[in-house]
């Protein structure tokens, strides 16, 4: 089994400075132009069965794109949304900042922002969603999985059995794909944050 992780394209909040996480900001013009950019590649060289979202709009928007390229089917799983940012959602990062300082030593991991969710519960949510699609979507040969940032960097480390507190974070860019495979005991990464779709394109712009 094969896992494709895919991060969305570049949506509005990149632009406007702002907290994402849950704010629902649409995919930018670019962000459109990326996605599609990344359905062509997949659609050429890793074509998945199936493909899993979030539901946020940035996330959904990108799979559609992919859906459309591909032509399998698309479902949606609550569980590889962002992580829940509370509080602040869509505030800027200066006016956060200021309404909902950090602790001096950072947030302990076990205590959620205001209205959101802890760091714990981000991580065992997103160990609930892998395992799950490992075991409800087994049957497919490959599986496109499009969501967020800090979800698929908690997604990589379920993959490699890490553990809760560590100072890993894997980065993914927009519409960078991740290329995993479980395969008996054993895990493969095929590669990381794959970004030559968009690079490829620019060349030719």
Known sequence: M???IIRHGESEADLLGVHEGRADF????LGEKQAKRMAAYIEQHYPPNIILSSPLIR???TAKILEESIG???IIEQDLMEFNNGVLAGLSREEAAIKY???KDGRPAHIPIQDGESDLEF???TDNIFHKV???YQEYERVAIVSHGGTISNLLKAFLKQPMNNEFIFATGD?????LEIKGNHRIIRFLNKQEHLHKEEDKD
């Open 26 to 29: 649409p995919l930018t013009e």
């Open 72 to 74: 399998c089917e698309l």
């Open 123 to 125: 991580r065992f949510r």
């Open 175 to 179: 519409t960078g794909i991740h290329l």
């Open 134 to 136: 490992f075991f409800d």
């Open 101 to 103: 300082p950090l602790p």
């Open 2 to 4: 094969e896992l494709l």
């Open 59 to 61: 996330a959904n928007r």
